[in-house]
């Protein structure tokens, strides 16, 4: 499965379905779901902006997936402004002219630790060493599927 890693607290923005819009400078032509890997790094003048406590987000993992629905490529910086309650950045020029528009988040229960990278990369489940990550993983897995079938 595709994933792409994302800053904190972006990423968090994302699984909560707060952020419909990821800003990037490239495009891309996957469309589809994909895991949303929190990057190691916390922009914490953006927690500050968003009042949101960087000792409370989890870096470094898996959190989440959402779907790609559509790219929107921005040609001004008015176009991007009227956009900023769906991607949350206050930048005032198209340095990062592409919108990955998403939909249908969710967050998972148990964060998957996991090594991020460039753009998109392909997650590889079986890179997982250990052994009591997979077993909640799989233990949630089975809850969710025999809980919302009664």
């Not at 997936?65 to 790219?71: A, I, Q, T």
């Not at 988040?105 to 079986?126: S, T, V």
Request: hydrophobic letters at 35%; glycine letters at 4%.
């Amino acid at each position: 499965m595709k994933c792409l890693s994302v800053c904190q607290p972006f990423a968090e923005l994302i699984v909560q379905g707060k952020k419909t819009i990821e800003l990037r400078k490239w495009n891309t032509k996957f469309r589809g779901e994909f895991l949303v890997h929190a990057a190691k790094n916390i922009l914490t003048e953006d927690c500050k902006r968003m009042k949101i406590l960087s000792s409370t987000i989890t870096t470094g993992a898996i959190i989440g997936k959402v779907n790609l629905v559509d790219v929107k490529k921005y040609d001004s910086d008015e176009e991007l402004k009227t956009d900023k309650k769906k991607h949350y950045s206050i930048l005032d020029h198209t340095k990062n002219k592409y919108g990955f528009i998403l939909e249908k988040p969710k967050k998972i229960l148990i964060p998957i630790p996991y090594l991020g990278k460039l753009k998109f990369f392909d997650f590889h489940p079986d890179e997982i060493k250990n052994n009591d990550v997979k077993m909640d993983l799989f233990e949630e897995e089975y809850r969710h599927k025999w809980i919302n079938r009664h």
